[in-house]
């Protein structure tokens, strides 16, 4: 008989982030490592209805929570998100997860005033997957580096100072030539589209969804959480809700075990189980899904 | 990995009974071992007939010979409370707590706080180690709460474009406070919240505000009745002497640049959009 693996429990502490899955698994691209599996024809978590993010917003205000989250699948794929984003930033700091591939000009015109105008920080975070051309479109598609970059490079000369959200996918496939620095190649990568003070975030890779999950999983065990401070791991300070309910992580979302609450934010606040390999992945990587 | 815990535990709203009462205090963070513009504050304070003195902490890092900034502390009648550096070095941690997540923020946080380690005397963070996480006090009628980075956590960052009003709201609630004062970020702020709440980033004297002045900042305020004015006050100081000083410790040239040029040079990635615009990288 197999032993039964003894789950740990993280302390939940404070809502400080919500996290909104709003396109929920609907993306305009098929990315070859999306630990969510996102695509244009995954409709598992569906687009959430406005009414819904709205009813959310204010009782993440009512609860005190300090910043919130956009995040899918492709949050512009969303018909009211330009509204919804900014309403949501009448009350809260705001940040976008976005491949890019939808902001044109008039978007990005839109996202310069709706930034302007709001006391709080917008961020808008652009993913790209490589500093290579190649690399970078065997993983998110063919023609997306052109498009990311130039996407980028609408919001910097708006300056929105945008975020580039790199994974560690180079490494995961060829870890024997990943380079030393690989911020250098990047601020190197903007540099040359005019680029000054580019912001970037690299971010390791999940092996989960769309990759293989490893043979021999690691996972948290009791004895790792003694003594180890809980705030580090982000369950105890976010949510994120999607169009069936709140999860404990924007990692986790969509996955059964993760559900914790199917309407309100305020029975979400709970000690959640670190019983999936990501969360050895957050551990011990210090991962945040947030900006800082 | 052993970690220690940030987290502060401030709803307890019992404690402000037996709070002294002034009516003008003095408030500064962030002295990052720049010990000579503390000097500088310090004899500012002399003219300036304020009741209390208050401090809220990270006193060292950054700077140079950090004994000589606890020992100035120590050696006034100026009131101190922890900040996640004087956690991590009393504790005898590895790193600073500062709560980055970018590794370039966290490279050079290492060498600052691997220096300040170094060079921090036994008997200094065994006086770290005494030190309150919150201090409360009355100013005329309004019931003030200090403290590092925010009411529930020593390493919180509240940015002015990253604090939600409600948010403010609730640790004045939680707490049972009128004002809230903190420090943590380097970048000042005041906010005035309805039904007479108020919340003040004081600033930090360590390094400048990442707006090309190399002078530093400190914070006046003063109440009578239920009407409080916040003032940010610049201090200039002999920062070519700090500058000679952090060279001859070999401190990081990026450090330097800071202190001479005005603009933050490091630990820039964890500054939110608005406050990023604002400073040259």
Not at chain 1, 170 to 186: C, I, Q, T, V
Request: some cysteine; proline content about 5%.
């Amino acid at each position: 008989m197999m032993a039964t693996r003894e789950i740990p429990k993280v302390a939940f502490h404070d809502l400080e982030t919500l996290w909104v899955q709003i396109s929920g698994t609907l993306c305009n691209l098929r990315c070859t490592h999306c630990f969510i599996s996102c695509a244009p024809d995954n409709h598992d978590l569906p687009m959430m209805q406005t009414e819904k993010i709205i009813g959310y917003l204010k009782e993440a205000e009512q609860l005190g929570v300090k910043d919130i989250y956009f995040t899918g699948g492709e949050p512009f794929l969303h018909k009211d998100f330009l509204s919804i984003l900014e309403l949501t930033l009448q009350k809260f700091p705001a940040s976008i997860l976005t491949n890019g591939l939808l902001i044109n000009e008039d978007r990005a015109d839109k996202l310069a005033r709706i930034a302007q105008h709001s006391h709080y920080s917008l961020e808008i975070r652009v993913s790209l997957d490589d500093y290579e051309e190649t690399r970078n479109d065997s993983v998110r598609g063919l023609g997306t580096y052109r498009k990311v970059l130039a996407a980028y490079k609408r919001l910097w000369e708006r300056g929105l100072l945008p975020i580039l959200a790199v994974t560690e996918i180079r490494e995961y496939h060829s870890p024997d030539d990943s380079p030393l620095n690989a911020f250098e190649k990047y601020v190197e990568l903007l540099g040359s589209l005019g680029v000054l003070r580019p912001r970037i975030k690299i971010i390791p890779v999940l092996e989960m969804g769309m990759l293989p999950i490893p043979d021999s999983p690691r996972y948290v065990t009791p004895q790792m959480m003694m003594g180890f401070d809980h705030s580090l791991l982000q369950c105890s300070t976010s949510r994120i809700v999607a169009d069936d309910g709140i999860y404990s992580c924007p990692i986790l979302v969509n996955e059964e075990q993760a559900l914790i609450g199917d309407s309100t934010l305020s029975e979400s606040l709970v000690d959640c189980d670190l019983y999936h390999t990501a969360c050895t992945t957050c551990y011990t990587t210090g991962m945040t899904c947030k900006n800082y | 990995m052993v970690k220690h815990s940030q987290s502060n535990e401030t709803r307890e709203q019992g404690k402000w009974g037996d709070a002294p009462t002034y009516n003008r205090v003095i408030l500064f963070g962030g002295v990052y071992s720049n010990y000579i513009s503390l000097e500088y504050l310090l004899k500012e304070c002399q003219k300036m007939d304020a009741e209390a003195i208050f401090c809220l902490g990270d006193i060292g890092g950054f700077g140079p010979h950090p004994n000589r900034s606890y020992e100035h502390l120590q050696d006034t009648k100026v009131t101190t409370l922890a900040g996640n550096y004087d956690l991590s070095l009393s504790q005898g941690l590895d790193d600073c707590g500062c709560g980055y997540t970018d590794p370039r923020d966290n490279h050079f946080a290492q060498i600052s706080y691997d220096y300040t380690f170094q060079n921090t005397s036994q008997p200094n963070k065994d006086w770290l180690i005494t030190l309150p996480r919150l201090i409360r006090f009355r100013l005329a009628d309004l019931k003030v709460l200090l403290c590092h980075g925010s009411p529930r956590r020593t390493n919180e960052f509240l940015w002015d474009s990253s604090s939600p009003d409600h948010l403010l709201h609730r640790f004045l609630e939680d707490s049972g406070a009128d004002v809230l004062c903190f420090t943590h970020t380097g970048l000042k702020w005041y906010r005035r919240l309805t039904g007479n709440r108020h919340t003040v980033n004081v600033g930090v004297i360590g390094r400048p505000e990442n707006d090309g002045t190399p002078n530093v900042w400190f914070t006046l305020l003063e109440a009578r009745e239920q009407d409080l004015k916040c003032f940010f006050l610049p201090l200039d100081y002999n920062h070519s002497r700090l500058i000679d000083e952090m060279k001859k410790e070999h401190l990081p040239s990026e450090f330097i640049e800071t202190i001479q040029t005005g603009w933050w040079t490091t630990c820039t990635e964890i500054m939110p959009f608005k406050e990023r615009l604002r400073g040259r990288f």
